[in-house]
């Protein structure tokens, strides 16, 4: 009989225990729910408003210089659609994280932590490797242009797009936290190479072959040099015989009294 009343009231007891943690799940869940409907509206707010004042304050513009939107014809969404999409989800993860921090403590909230503080070191790393693509873009377009009439200006002008790209690239990448272990030595190891090169190759025994090639080179851009100039200077000359006036033509003198015109003249002894 003692053992019968025990087991009823652990029963009774597991019950309760039960249904406490029922009803203190309940209202988490509902706020849970709550917090997340308010982020999908504020999320898609925040979206459409930055969408409208990127649009305006010219965000296309600054995605053709950086050779993106010529990439994204074929997309569905432009680099400012991408902006907002990227920001929109962000806002959930906000929201999420949020959310799950009603429950307490839980490895989700702790996953969702990371990612939510890592989002602006991604956007700050997005936003420089998109500068520097513009800024890659005009240096090649103003470089191709001066150095048109050069054999190397395309090729000079591919060496620094690719060069100010590459630094773009690892700044962005250390920006946002990503192979900083590998792009780092891969840089140190890159520039002391090329400075090794210079002091030991230039600068010690390659000295004669080096002179050798400097020469073939400077007399091969100053032969360039003076193409150039000799173009400039027959372009310039010929936009200034276009636009000089016509001539005036001075009439004939009028034949001597007595003579025909039409007749051969007297041959002189």
């Known amino acids: 009989m003692a053992q019968q009343l025990a087991l009823s009231v652990d029963f009774g007891a597991g019950f309760t225990e039960a249904w406490s ?28 408003l930055l969408d409208r004042v990127l649009r305006r304050v010219g965000s296309e513009k600054v995605s053709e210089r950086a050779g993106i939107a010529r990439h994204l014809r074929g997309s569905k969404y432009d680099m400012t659609g991408i902006v907002c999409k990227i920001v929109y989800y962000a806002i959930l993860l906000m929201a999420l994280q949020l959310a799950f921090g009603v429950f307490g403590p839980n490895p989700i909230s702790v996953m969702i932590n990371g990612i939510v503080a890592w989002l602006p070191k991604a956007i700050v790393a997005v936003v ?15 470089l ?30 250390g920006q946002a936290g990503i192979a900083t272990s590998i792009t780092g030595p891969l ?69 001597a009294p007595g003579i025909d015109p039409g007749r051969p003249a007297p041959e002189t002894p």
């Open 187 to 255: 840089l140190i190891a890159v520039l002391a190479s090329v400075a090794g090169i210079l002091v030991v190759g230039v600068g010690g025994g390659l000295i004669i072959p080096m002179r050798q090639r400097w020469e073939r080179w400077l007399d091969s851009a100053e032969q360039e040099t003076a193409k150039l100039r000799g173009n400039a200077y027959q372009a310039g000359r010929a936009d200034a015989l276009a636009n000089q006036p016509a001539r005036p033509t001075t009439p004939a003198a009028p034949p």
């Open 128 to 142: 420089i490797v998109v500068v520097a693509m513009a800024i890659a873009n005009a240096v090649r377009d103003i």
């Open 144 to 173: 191709r242009n001066a150095l048109a009439g050069a054999a190397y200006g395309r090729t000079v002008a591919t060496v620094a797009w690719a060069f100010i790209v590459a630094l773009g690239v690892i700044a962005a990448l």
């Open 21 to 48: 943690k029922v009803a203190k799940f309940i209202p988490q869940f509902i706020a849970f729910l709550a917090i997340l409907v308010i982020g999908w509206f504020v999320a898609k707010a925040i979206a459409r």
